[in-house]
């Protein structure tokens, strides 16, 4: 049987040692990690020039919690996103997200979610 | 809440009879403070809400329905509030049955009676220490505001940096090979994210330079050999996030030139300059090892390695570029200065 191929990901959240863990977790399960913004702002100028099959978004970003505003923008343009964020409530009120990767990050739960990025991508 | 912030406080007034208002009115107005007149029940509720900075009442104003909007009112208070209540009485009115009924029906109040005909005089000042008073309490509101402001912005900040020590916690667990290199790692690591913490917060928000985080990450290097490690490089203020990231990638070079690189051995050398290139400014670090031991590739990309091609990646848009020479490690550090530095 064939694997599956990679998926490419994106990442909004505003501290830098969070992206390097959720980095190698993402590489770690065999797939791409293209690059990260710390802004809803940033995320928009950045993915004017990437392709990504989904993008991990936090609540509270270097812009203020913006999040939410991020998984919005993202759902318009067709492309699957999760919330990764300790703050489940806020992210539960926004249905754009797929899913919740709950922080502090674990491999189960980021493998398991984004499993569910790959099937809304079909 | 916030529409009476910064403007004068205003009085809520309930008068029945024409002549007692329009003296309340003309009288306050002429001293700068504003009256608003309330008639019916609905209308007493609606002002009530908006938080009078002080509620004047006659005696006949006050049938039972009236009495119990008030008292439920003042029931229903935040905590920092207390509305002062100014009762005008007739002389002829049995004032200590009134008194006591309206002390018994209006907790948490403060209450101020008179009798007519009350001199201007008298009026005034009572309304005005009432108001004084209530500005009072309105700044405690302000304050308590304040405060779960900070107490929630402390909250985030506790977790974030909680989040990182995970991260450098789990990402040093990876490549530890013992425990003893594992807890050594680890708490270097954490102490380096200490120190510019607390650099960051002396400087009690002020910017960073370059060189502060450049001298604060080399100070346990140099205790007497000063001259092994040359920096050199033009003033460039940076971000927190900035100087935070650049601070724990400059002592995962420092830590692994110590063990593997040129500070092993004695006659090792470490230059690290920086410059910032004109047209759209670019700035530029280079970490150049030499006297120590040859280098080679390693050939499982350690933590460090990895720690800077993400955080710089993340902070320049580009990851550093890293060179294991046979005279020693080279890295090269590279982006728009406005993505490290203070925007102003």
Same mark, same amino acid.
Request: with cysteine; proline share 6%.
């Given at each position: 049987m064939e694997d599956?191929p990679p998926?490419r990901?994106?990442?909004?959240?505003?501290?830098?040692?969070i992206?390097?863990?959720?980095?190698?977790?993402?590489e770690?399960?065999?797939h791409?990690?293209v690059?990260s913004? &710390?802004?809803f702002g940033e995320?928009v100028?950045?993915l004017?020039?990437?392709d990504?099959?989904?993008v991990?978004?936090d609540?509270d970003? *270097?812009?203020g919690?913006?999040?939410? &505003? *991020? &998984?919005?923008w993202?759902?318009?343009r067709g492309i699957p996103?999760?919330f990764?964020t300790?703050?489940?409530?806020?992210a539960?009120?926004?249905?754009?997200?797929?899913?919740t990767?709950r922080?502090?990050?674990? *491999?189960?739960?980021? *493998?398991?979610?984004l499993?569910?990025?790959r099937?809304?991508?079909g | 809440?916030?529409?009476n912030?910064?403007s004068?406080?205003?009085?809520?007034?309930?008068?029945? @009879? #024409?002549?007692?208002a329009? @003296?309340?009115?003309? =009288? !306050?107005s002429?001293?700068?403070?504003?009256?608003?007149?309330?008639?019916?029940?609905r209308?007493?509720?609606?002002?009530?809400?908006?938080?009078?900075?002080?509620?004047?009442? %006659? +005696?006949?104003?006050?049938?039972?329905?009236?009495?119990?909007?008030?008292?439920?009112?003042l029931?229903?208070q935040?905590?920092?509030?207390?509305?002062p209540l100014?009762i005008?009485l007739?002389?002829?009115?049995?004032q200590?049955?009134?008194?006591?009924?309206?002390?018994?029906a209006?907790p948490?109040?403060?209450?101020? /009676? @008179?009798?007519?005909p009350?001199t201007?005089?008298?009026?005034?000042?009572?309304?005005?220490?009432?108001?004084?008073?209530?500005l009072r309490?309105?700044?405690v #509101?302000?304050?308590i505001a304040?405060e779960?402001e900070?107490?929630?912005?402390?909250?985030?900040r506790?977790k974030n940096i909680l989040?990182s020590?995970?991260s450098?916690?789990?990402?040093?667990r990876?490549?530890?090979a013992?425990?003893?290199?594992?807890?050594e790692?680890?708490?270097?690591?954490?102490? $380096?994210?200490?120190?510019?913490?607390?650099?960051?917060?002396q400087?009690?928000g002020?910017?960073m330079?370059l060189?502060?985080?450049v001298?604060?990450?080399?100070?346990?290097?140099?205790?007497?050999?000063?001259d092994?490690?040359?920096?050199?490089g033009?003033a460039?203020?940076l +971000?927190?996030?900035?100087? %935070?990231?650049l601070?724990l990638?400059f002592?995962e =070079? $420092?830590?692994n030139?110590?063990k593997?690189?040129a500070?092993?051995?004695?006659?090792g050398?470490?230059?690290?300059?920086?410059?910032i290139s004109?047209? %759209?400014p670019v700035?530029?670090?280079?970490?150049?090892?030499?006297?120590?031991p040859?280098t080679?590739?390693?050939?499982r990309?350690? @933590?460090?390695?990895? /720690?800077?091609?993400s955080?710089?990646r993340? !902070?320049?848009?580009a990851?550093?570029d890293?060179?294991f020479?046979?005279?020693g =490690? +080279?890295?090269?550090i590279s982006?728009?200065?406005?993505?490290?530095?203070?925007?102003?």
């Amino acid at each position: 049987m064939e694997d599956p191929p990679p998926l490419r990901i994106f990442y909004v959240e505003d501290n830098p040692l969070i992206v390097f863990h959720v980095e190698a977790m993402i590489e770690d399960l065999g797939h791409v990690f293209v690059g990260s913004a &710390a802004s809803f702002g940033e995320m928009v100028e950045m993915l004017r020039d990437l392709d990504v099959d989904g993008v991990l978004v936090d609540i509270d970003l *270097a812009d203020g919690r913006t999040g939410p &505003a *991020a &998984a919005a923008w993202l759902h318009e343009r067709g492309i699957p996103t999760l919330f990764v964020t300790g703050q489940e409530l806020i992210a539960a009120e926004h249905l754009t997200a797929l899913a919740t990767v709950r922080k502090p990050v674990s *491999a189960f739960d980021l *493998a398991e979610k984004l499993q569910l990025l790959r099937d809304d991508r079909g | 809440m916030a529409a009476n912030h910064g403007s004068l406080d205003w009085v809520l007034a309930l008068a029945p @009879y #024409r002549r007692d208002a329009d @003296y309340l009115e003309t =009288l !306050l107005s002429e001293h700068g403070i504003p009256v608003r007149r309330a008639e019916g029940m609905r209308e007493i509720v609606a002002q009530l809400e908006e938080s009078p900075g002080l509620f004047i009442a %006659t +005696h006949e104003a006050l049938n039972p329905d009236v009495i119990d909007v008030v008292r439920r009112h003042l029931l229903d208070q935040p905590d920092w509030s207390e509305m002062p209540l100014l009762i005008l009485l007739d002389r002829a009115a049995p004032q200590a049955r009134v008194r006591a009924e309206l002390t018994a029906a209006w907790p948490r109040s403060r209450q101020i /009676y @008179y009798q007519r005909p009350v001199t201007t005089l008298e009026l005034l000042s009572g309304v005005q220490s009432a108001l004084l008073a209530r500005l009072r309490q309105r700044d405690v #509101r302000d304050h308590i505001a304040r405060e779960v402001e900070l107490r929630r912005e402390l909250n985030h900040r506790v977790k974030n940096i909680l989040a990182s020590v995970t991260s450098i916690f789990e990402m040093t667990r990876r490549g530890a090979a013992s425990l003893d290199h594992f807890a050594e790692d680890f708490a270097g690591r954490l102490t $380096a994210l200490a120190n510019v913490h607390s650099a960051l917060f002396q400087s009690g928000g002020e910017p960073m330079d370059l060189a502060q985080v450049v001298d604060l990450t080399f100070k346990p290097y140099r205790a007497g050999e000063q001259d092994r490690i040359l920096t050199q490089g033009p003033a460039v203020t940076l +971000h927190q996030e900035a100087a %935070t990231t650049l601070a724990l990638c400059f002592h995962e =070079l $420092a830590t692994n030139a110590l063990k593997y690189g040129a500070l092993s051995r004695p006659e090792g050398r470490v230059s690290l300059s920086w410059g910032i290139s004109s047209e %759209t400014p670019v700035l530029t670090i280079r970490w150049v090892e030499s006297g120590g031991p040859p280098t080679s590739q390693p050939a499982r990309t350690g @933590y460090g390695t990895r /720690y800077l091609r993400s955080a710089l990646r993340n !902070l320049f848009g580009a990851p550093p570029d890293i060179l294991f020479r046979p005279e020693g =490690l +080279h890295c090269t550090i590279s982006g728009p200065l406005s993505r490290a530095a203070l925007k102003h």
